[in-house]
């Protein structure tokens, strides 16, 4: 069964860009959750979506916000951007009900 | 309340050795501890995980210890490799489901 993917894999952009990554959960899988992991701050939750709704929410800015289609696939977007945004990005997926979580590989942006 | 403590931030050990690091959590509502593993350029890989109805859960030479009195679960690499070379994480959670994540242990297992 095919792991969690990520596009892009590496993305540069400017300040006050906007960005959108793009993330397919393991098949059967409808939960999704996406983290921001940064030297400083590590590893921090920002949203967990399941049957397209958001369903849970970290403390993140409102710049950041994402969605999930009805295969389940999820988009995040960070609007204006700022060079703190730089980070690793993660997506993860889990079954309905159960604790385990699988990340991709994430996707890694620098603000310049 | 929410926050999940980890150390070492980095352990260094002789192969064949016993690798330990350690946690501490706050929030008792928490129900599901697992250990990450993540290799540079890669996202974390899912080790091992335990609930608080058991005290330890071995799988391989991996051994989670678990103490819900003190609030502490640790991680036990025994027999560590140097392919073991990698950075832990601890996380716990909840009924929310989010994974609150320990800063992460910097593991060198040296030939």
């Known amino acids: 069964k095919a792991g969690v993917t990520q596009t892009p894999r590496y993305l540069i952009k400017t300040r006050g860009q906007q960005v959108t990554l793009s993330c397919s959960p393991i098949s059967g899988h409808r939960s999704v959750s996406w983290y921001q992991q940064t030297p400083g701050q590590g590893l921090q939750f920002l949203f967990e979506y399941f049957s397209e709704t958001q369903r849970n929410k970290g403390n993140f800015p409102g710049r950041f916000s994402g969605r999930q289609f009805s295969n389940s696939r999820s988009e995040m977007n960070v609007s204006t951007l700022e060079l703190g945004d730089s980070a690793l990005y993660l997506c993860a997926s889990s079954l309905m009900g159960q604790y385990e979580q699988y990340f991709g590989p994430g996707t890694r942006l620098t603000v310049t | 309340q929410q926050q999940v403590k980890q150390s070492p931030q980095s352990l260094i050990v002789q192969k064949g050795g016993i690798s330990i690091i350690n946690c501490a959590y706050e929030?008792?509502?928490?129900?599901?501890f697992p250990w990450y593993q993540q290799f540079p350029g890669k996202g974390p890989a899912l080790l091992i995980a335990i609930r608080p109805d058991v005290s330890e859960k071995k799988e391989g030479r991996f051994t989670i210890s678990f103490n819900k009195s003190a609030k502490q679960f640790s991680l036990h690499i025994m027999d560590s490799q140097p392919g073991d070379s990698a950075t832990y994480f601890c996380a716990a959670s909840g009924s929310q489901g989010n994974l609150i994540f320990g800063k992460g242990t910097k593991l060198s297992v040296k030939p």
């Open positions: 929030n008792t509502a928490f129900d599901y």
